[in-house]
């Protein structure tokens, strides 16, 4: 005869309640990779390693949140995309932010974070040779609510590029000027140089961000996006390069030197002017971060304002 081993009613020691019940606002996991595939239409399909922060509030009466739960909406999510392809990846947080509230039955708002690394083909301006370029995306969804789920989602892009510094050019443009004028050059000759030929100065690494905050539903083009920033700088810049492109290059960006406050002013005002289909109460944040070479710090420079604010100020 065959005894049956009866199975062990393992303690759910999570669902008891804490010694100390006070509401905490978000528990979770960190540091989740996952492949993500984004469809594109007639295009092949883009491959991203991402990395997700995912997480739930917990009720001051419950001792642990169920974590295994947040890897079983992920993986459901990204299983049931295979069939309904992802077209956004603010999209694909949105959903997995819908399965967290349905999985944690006692949570009342889940919140879903995605950072990837997006690879974006470029051709260097003399030569037009291709080469591809990394930029850091981003996108998080929060859902809240019961019976009716509210969601707001935000993507953006951080992008990297170059400044020059219009105040130390300036200070370079009058000794070249003086200089020349020592050198018995007429005025008029000395105007004409100095406007095709510009003057040196000291350049940065730039950091430029756009995060724009929406409701579902509300479709956001990253790739507008990221050609935003790069256009606010003074320059962009490449991975691979020949000379005649460095050139072309250094020679732009000293064409069009830019402080920092001037990057995030023309990305707001390409926001404006490029994103027309956004409503007017979506939430616009711009930072610009250089990186500088002849100081230790950096500069900083920052707008947050719903797209109707800005329209009004520009």
Known sequence: MIHEIPLMVLPDVQSNH??????????????????????????????????????????????????????EAIDEVLEEAINAPVY??????????R????RH???????VQMQSEYIIKRRTPITDMQCQEIVDIYADAIATGGDEITIKRRI?????????????????????????SKLGLAEDKIRTFLKNVP??????RGRGMITIEVSDGVDVSLDEIIEIIEESMSSR????????????IVEAAHRRPRFVEDCVRAMAKLVVERLTNLPDDSIITIMQTNEESIH??????????????LRSEI
């Open 18 to 71: 804490p010694d100390i019940q006070i509401n905490l606002t978000r528990v979770g996991v960190k540091n989740v990779k996952k492949l993500v595939e984004v469809a594109r239409d007639n295009k092949r399909p883009i491959i991203l390693i991402s990395t997700f922060n995912i997480f739930v509030d917990l009720p001051r009466e419950i001792k642990g949140a169920n974590l295994s739960r947040n890897f």
């Open 88 to 97: 956004e990846i603010e999209e694909l947080c949105s959903a997995v932010a």
């Open 99 to 102: 399965k967290l509230l349905d």
């Open 105 to 111: 039955e006692y949570a009342s708002r889940a919140e």
């Open 156 to 180: 953006g892009a951080e992008v990297l590029g170059i400044t020059t510094c219009p105040c130390a050019q300036e200070i370079m443009r009058e000794l070249a000027a003086d200089e020349l």
């Open 199 to 204: 003057m040196a100065t000291h350049n940065q």
């Open 237 to 248: 810049i490449f991975e691979l390069l020949k000379r005649v492109d460095e050139a072309s």
């Open 296 to 309: 230790r710090h950096n500069a900083f420079a920052e707008r947050v304002a719903t797209l109707a604010e």
